[in-house]
């Protein structure tokens, strides 16, 4: 029995089972892993894009819509007069039996009513630019049945700004065509554009629908679409306005029968599959050769159950990759599953579109995507090289970056700009950190130039490795009063604005306000400064270079000694200084005495390692931060707005920054009690953010239990606990290094797999299969002597190795390891 009324989880078939629709919020999913991708709700909302939700968006949403979720990928019942969707919405029709069960890639609606049982299966084949709905009709009753299915999706037209803005284009220029039972939405066809989007069912069709004003009616809603409701479809073309797609399936089935067939939604490009063809067959008639073909593929017997066969495969590959038994039911099924593939969507998505993000506002996030990326190396290491190159190219010469990029173009955001003064630091984390994973020492010398330079070829291009140096000078040149790392427009905590001062609501505090001259200095980058130098330095020892490393040791000393004498508040490490050189985040403040992030990453950076200061800042946390739901970012909230911090004081207490629990952070000071070697706390800590572990209280948390969320309001809010910001957050990948690195302890370095677990005394063990550079670890970890940490035993396959790092085996090895604790 679970203790979600909601649902529950079922770790074999690795699916979130939903048994109510009526779920606290709409819990999402994804589709897609490779350019095309859905956002699909547990009653079928959502969307679907190719590659940029902003500027290749192919269905319509409405965000923040009444209620939340409406709009999506639509099927309508009509049996015998009776109208209902298997998912529920939009008509919200009594059902006999609903469940939802969002998968790896794929979420399958099943529902019942009055004998009659429609399932539909939606996922995005690997590899391809398409969407299928596998569905499945099935008369569970005692009398033959006729019942009509009506699909239904509104098109969006690609460039999802300009589609819900700007009406006076917008409601002339929509234009499609139906041919057989292909809907093909073609706006903007004839003139820039060289794709269309198409939308197809594999099976006959009684009739269809392209305009929404015939489908749904003008002073109607979804509930009440017209068509549906009558049981006889239009088949409307629309000329302008809103054109949408709607297949009308006609089905007759005798008692036990059922009928499967398939819809498609493909996003097709002229120039993606190399098509010679004319662009039109006769004046106005678009050429069709690569949607039939299309159509014709997956109309074959056994297509769709491929797709969905090879989906299962694509993440059977992926997670073999990481896979845990421990005695801890939500940290093994999070590690195994869940967490790794949330992982997967911030790939994909960065911070662009979910049900927060509206996938027009931020692009890829400079600082973000280097974070994510700790999350899914070990899984898809060539996409992540690919990664660390683009974003590396988005740096500019001085060594600042620009903040956002946009996927489709790879180009900086011009509008947000630069001048974080942190984000260069994570590009050395995400390249180390790929270089311990792969092995490729390569990429360094790979060409990637910078945002602000013109070059003639990649041959005159600087290398990563150029780019990783100009990161370290950089924060080394950009000090202040203090010798601390300049703040700039923020650091981490985008909030913490100390030269914004605005006083005007309608500018943006990350962007308004002068950095030039500014004096405002940040003990967090400071923190990541050492920590990412540490990084540097170990790769040049590693890569025999030991002056280069022996140079950034001694810059790292520097920082040190700094940090210790100025960022010491007596109990904790402080936050930072302002652009007046006053203190934030030390007991001399009256509100936001001490911040979390500073503490995580002093620790994390070996500040306080041999003077008890790094345990005195994490214990400092514990008295005053944390919480059984997690560790709020600051104490005492901020109660009034302070120009002079900015955005961080303008929310009310404990939400967001103003000392809400930022899951994201609460992983670095995780992190910092695995290095103390405090694993009990290690868990509980862990536990206090995991989704997985929420269920019980699901009516407070309200967001999906299988994926971390942003943000937990505080305990200075009146929702204390309650979740906000689901699937795009930092936090996924720090916490599968802060469980697989960190608790279990299985570590990628230079020479081999280090395992330096961190567990609670109570374990008698764990077991973890890892894949690591071609080779197969199956690790037995045995800890007869009740400790937290210390490895005092490594054997491979029988034999001792002195140590505790694997070494490297060759490619396809399969071996057996027992580590034992004590
Ligand atoms: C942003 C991060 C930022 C964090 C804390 C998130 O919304 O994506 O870049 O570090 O907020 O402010």
Redesign the pocket.
């Known amino acids: 029995m679970s203790a979600n009324p909601y649902g529950f989880f079922d770790d074999q078939a690795r699916e979130y089972v939903i048994t109510r629709p009526d779920t606290p919020l709409p819990w999402l999913n994804y589709l897609g892993q490779d350019e095309f991708f859905g956002l699909c709700t547990n009653t079928a909302g959502g969307y679907t894009f190719w590659k940029d939700a902003k500027l290749r968006r192919l269905t319509r949403y409405r965000y923040n819509n009444v209620p939340y979720d409406l709009g999506g990928r639509y099927l309508y019942v009509n049996d015998g007069g009776t109208v209902w969707n298997p998912g529920w919405k939009p008509v919200k029709a009594k059902l006999d039996r609903y469940e939802c069960r969002h998968g790896l890639g794929y979420t399958t609606i099943a529902a019942g009513k009055d004998g009659l049982e429609v399932t539909q299966k939606m996922c995005v084949p690997p590899g391809e630019n398409l969407e299928l709905w596998q569905v499945t009709v099935k008369n569970t009753g005692n009398v033959a049945k006729s019942p009509k299915i009506y699909s239904y999706q509104e098109f969006c037209f690609f460039e999802a700004l300009n589609d819900m803005t700007n009406y006076q284009r917008t409601y002339s220029i929509g234009e499609v065509e139906v041919e057989g039972n292909a809907i093909y939405h073609k706006t903007e066809y004839r003139e820039r554009r060289n794709h269309y989007t198409l939308f197809a069912c594999t099976r006959d069709i009684s009739g269809y629908d392209t305009s929404r004003d015939a489908f749904v009616g003008i002073h109607e809603g979804l509930h009440e679409a017209k068509v549906p409701f009558s049981g006889k479809a239009g088949n409307s073309k629309a000329f302008g306005w809103n054109p949408v797609g709607s297949h009308e399936i006609s089905l007759h089935l005798e008692p036990g029968q059922e009928e499967t067939f398939a819809f498609i939604l493909a996003y097709v490009d002229h120039t993606l599959v190399k098509f010679t063809g004319e662009k039109f067959t006769a004046p106005y008639v678009i050429n069709k050769t690569v949607g039939r073909a299309i159509v014709e593929k997956y109309s074959k017997t056994g297509a769709v159950d491929k797709a969905f066969a090879d989906l299962k495969g694509y993440w059977d590959e992926n997670l073999s990759h990481f896979q845990v038994e421990s005695p801890d039911p939500h940290a093994t099924r999070m590690a195994n599953t869940w967490n790794q593939y949330q992982c997967m969507a911030t790939f994909n998505m960065s ?1 662009s579109a979910s049900m927060y993000e509206t996938g027009i506002g ?1 692009g890829m ?1 400079f ?2 995507s280097n974070q994510d990326l700790l999350g899914f190396v070990h899984m898809i290491h060539d996409r992540a090289r690919e990664r660390i190159l683009d974003i590396a190219a988005t740096q500019l010469s001085d060594g600042t970056c620009y903040h956002q990029y946009q996927p489709l173009t790879k180009k900086g955001n011009a509008e947000v700009g630069g001048d974080f003064y942190d984000d260069h630091l994570w590009l050395i984390l995400s390249t180390v950190s790929y270089i311990k994973e792969s092995g490729d020492k390569g990429i360094l010398d790979a060409p990637c130039g910078y945002a602000d330079r013109k070059y003639g070829s990649d041959s005159e291009k600087e290398t990563l490795l150029h780019h990783l140096e100009t990161s370290i000078a950089y924060t080394m040149r950009m000090r202040g009063p203090n010798g601390l790392p300049l703040i700039g427009h ?1 650091d ?4 913490l604005n100390l030269n914004c001062h605005s006083t005007e609501p309608n500018e943006s505090f990350q962007t308004a306000g002068d950095v030039g001259g500014s004096k405002a200095e940040s003990v967090m980058i400071a923190g990541l400064f050492l920590y990412a130098a540490r990084e540097l330095s170990g790769l040049y020892s590693f890569l025999g270079r030991e002056a280069d490393s022996d140079r950034i040791a001694a810059d790292r000393k520097t920082m040190l000694d700094i940090v210790e004498s100025v960022a010491w508040d007596g109990e904790w490490y402080t936050r930072a200084y302002d652009s007046q050189g006053k203190v934030i985040g030390s007991k001399a403040n009256p509100e936001g005495k001490i911040f979390i992030e500073s503490q995580g990453w002093a620790v994390l950076g070996g500040a306080g390692a041999d003077n008890g200061r790094a345990r005195q800042a994490l214990e400092s946390v514990h008295k005053h931060l944390y919480t059984k739901n997690g560790i709020v970012l600051q104490q005492p909230a901020y109660s009034t707005y302070h120009p002079e911090y900015g955005e961080v004081t303008s929310y009310p207490p404990g939400v967001k ?1 103003n000392a809400g629990i ?1 899951s ?1 952070n609460n992983t670095w000071i995780h992190l910092g009690w695995c290095l103390l070697g405090e694993g009990d706390r290690a868990l509980e800590y862990y536990h206090s953010i995991c989704p997985s572990n929420k269920e019980e209280q699901i009516e407070t948390y309200r967001s999906e239990p299988y994926v971390y969320a ?1 943000m937990t309001a505080g305990k200075d809010a009146p929702c204390f606990g309650e979740a906000k910001n689901s699937w795009l ?2 936090t996924a990948a720090w916490t599968f290094v802060v469980v697989s690195q960190g608790i279990f302890g299985i570590q990628p370095d230079f020479a081999g797999l280090k395992v330096d677990p961190c567990i609670p005394r109570g374990w008698p063990g764990f077991k973890v299969v890892r894949k690591f550079r071609g080779a197969t670890y199956q690790i037995e970890v045995r800890n007869p002597k009740k400790v937290s940490k210390g490895v005092v035993s490594v054997t491979v396959d029988g034999k001792v190795v002195a140590g505790n790092v694997l070494p490297i085996l060759p490619a396809g090895t399969v071996a057996k390891v027992v580590v034992e604790l004590g």
Do not use: M
């Not at 981490?492 to 909030?495: Q, Y």
């Open positions: 911070r931020r996030g600082r973000d923020a981490w905590n985008d909030c920054e930022f994201h942003q957050t930092g």
